[in-house]
């Protein structure tokens, strides 16, 4: 084991208290610590071989580092942050006052330049994130009690000039999305996570459905929206979409799972290759397993009859003797092995 200590300071020497230091890849191998009113941190217990480091706080360029570790070893690391870039800009709509919107900006390069801060624009519309990196960032802009999608997204290199952002009213939510979650038989599934889906936005919430299986969502912004589930025990459910207007709302109705099954592969001889299985029912898709070393396992899949195809190194491949179909049946894992071409 080695250990590691340091100080965390601004670039004109300022100790940066409760500054956060962080050793390893994000995950549940990282450790964090938090620096001392002078700036300082330590770590004990590390791992040996080579780890990386990143030190950070807001307002300040992140720093990382590559460490080497070797058994009593006690390393030292000195990061200094800098100010780092800026980007500027200002909200512009009329008669509107932004101080209770807010913001949300990250790095499009997490590897080299991570980030990712909140902010509240003024009540003119301004705002200011502070310690970007030299890299294209996407900023999401919410309105106030309505946070579940933004209503206008965009990306943006600091340093440039300020942006100007014109936020149209006819975007402004004004929707709302309802329905209600059963199984086969019509009775109401409680619980059950769900993700709404925006096909113009670039991430999806995860919602719950309420005691009855109902949700109730709103105000979210016009466009089209679609409802993607996936239970335990259950086939993943996509709904219809449809397309909402300024001030409409729309109830999905009874949104109806299908209890299923799994498929287990077993390779007869582990894959020199990165190894994928797709799965056909019918004219399309339904769903991929990832081979990790020798065996993979499906999502829960519909009953039914699938075709297996063969993906090798990202490319479709023929076997000279076509894979057998399988048939999926509710509350069982039907096991198949299999031997590449």
Same mark, same amino acid.
């Given at each position: ?84 870039? *800026? ?72 340093? *440039? ?5 014109? #936020? ?40 719950? *459905? ?16 679609? #409802? ?48 994928? #299985? ?8 339904? *769903?991929? #397993? ?52």
């Amino acid at each position: 084991m080695s250990g590691l200590s340091g100080r965390v300071s601004a670039a004109g020497g300022r100790p940066l208290a409760r500054a956060q230091v962080q050793v390893g890849e994000y995950g549940f191998a990282s450790r964090f610590t938090r620096a001392d009113g002078e700036g300082r941190y330590q770590f004990e217990n590390l791992p040996l071989g080579e780890f990386q480091v990143q030190a950070e706080t807001d307002g300040l360029e992140t720093v990382k580092s590559k460490l080497f570790g070797t058994s009593g070893a006690e390393l030292s690391w000195d990061p200094v942050l800098g100010s780092g870039l *800026a980007i500027r800009g200002r909200l512009v709509a009329h008669e509107t006052d932004f101080s209770k919107w807010w913001m949300y900006c990250e790095s499009l390069d997490w590897d080299k330049t991570p980030y990712a801060q909140s902010a509240t624009p003024k009540a003119d519309g301004s705002f200011e994130f502070t310690g970007c990196g030299d890299a294209v960032h996407r900023i999401r802009i919410h309105a106030p009690d309505a946070g579940l999608f933004p209503v206008a997204t965009l990306e943006a290199r600091p340093g *440039a000039e300020p942006l100007i952002v014109p #936020i149209d009213s006819a975007v402004l939510p004004s929707c709302r999305l309802r329905g209600r979650i059963v199984d086969e038989d019509g009775a109401p599934l409680a619980g059950v996570q769900f993700n709404p889906i925006l096909s113009a936005a670039g991430f999806s919430p995860i919602e719950t *459905a309420d005691a009855a299986g109902r949700f109730d969502l709103g105000p979210v912004p016009p466009g089209e929206y679609g #409802i993607r589930i996936r239970a335990k025990g259950y086939a993943a459910h996509q709904s219809e979409k449809v397309t909402l207007a300024a001030n409409a709302s729309w109830d999905f109705g009874d949104l109806q799972l299908q209890r299923g099954g799994s498929i287990a592969i077993h390779l007869a001889h582990p894959a020199t290759k990165p190894v994928s #299985i797709e799965l056909w029912r019918g004219e399309s898709s339904q *769903a991929w #397993i990832g081979i990790q070393g020798d065996s993979g396992r499906s999502e829960t899949l519909a009953p039914g009859e699938y075709e297996l195809r063969l993906w090798m190194d990202g490319a479709r491949i023929e076997a000279a003797v076509a894979f057998p179909r399988v048939t999926v049946r509710v509350g069982e894992e039907t096991a198949v092995e299999l031997t590449l071409p």
